[in-house]
């Protein structure tokens, strides 16, 4: 069974940083892309930032270009979301997800497995 342990939440202020990152476990295979999403109460789950399963392609979500960066370990199963320039838009819930494809995409239905989810508080 897969399983997907998210860290590196909590709180920043304005124009800051901070990381997520997201183990991978339960299965040997894992030529499948992986991705960050975001979604708080009451609002659509929006997608964040995509990396294929060999890290040389990713996809970033127009909210955050230019400023969120993806990257992936494979050897450990890791993916890491470095958050720069942080505005209190950025608020959110962030769930890092497991596709059943190789490439990276913006579509929530093409990821099979969540995280359950870490918090970021941007604070103006």
């Known amino acids: 069974q897969v399983q997907l342990v998210e860290s590196g939440g909590g709180s920043a202020q304005a124009g800051g940083s901070l990381k997520l990152s997201c183990v991978a476990s339960?299965?040997?295979?894992?030529?499948?892309?992986m991705a960050w999403f975001r979604q708080r109460s009451g609002k659509e789950r929006e997608f964040v930032a995509a990396i294929g399963w060999s890290g040389a392609s990713t996809r970033i979500g127009d909210s955050v270009k230019g400023r969120f960066i993806i990257s992936r370990v494979t050897a450990t199963n890791t993916i890491t979301l470095h958050m720069n320039f942080l505005t209190p838009e950025d608020t959110d819930v962030y769930y890092c997800?497991?596709?059943?494809?190789?490439?990276?995409?913006?579509?929530?239905?093409?990821?099979?497995?969540w995280g359950q989810g870490t918090q970021v508080t941007v604070s103006s």
């Open positions: 997800a497991e596709s059943f494809r190789e490439s990276p995409s913006e579509a929530s239905e093409d990821y099979a497995h």
């Open positions: 339960g299965r040997t295979d894992r030529r499948y892309a």
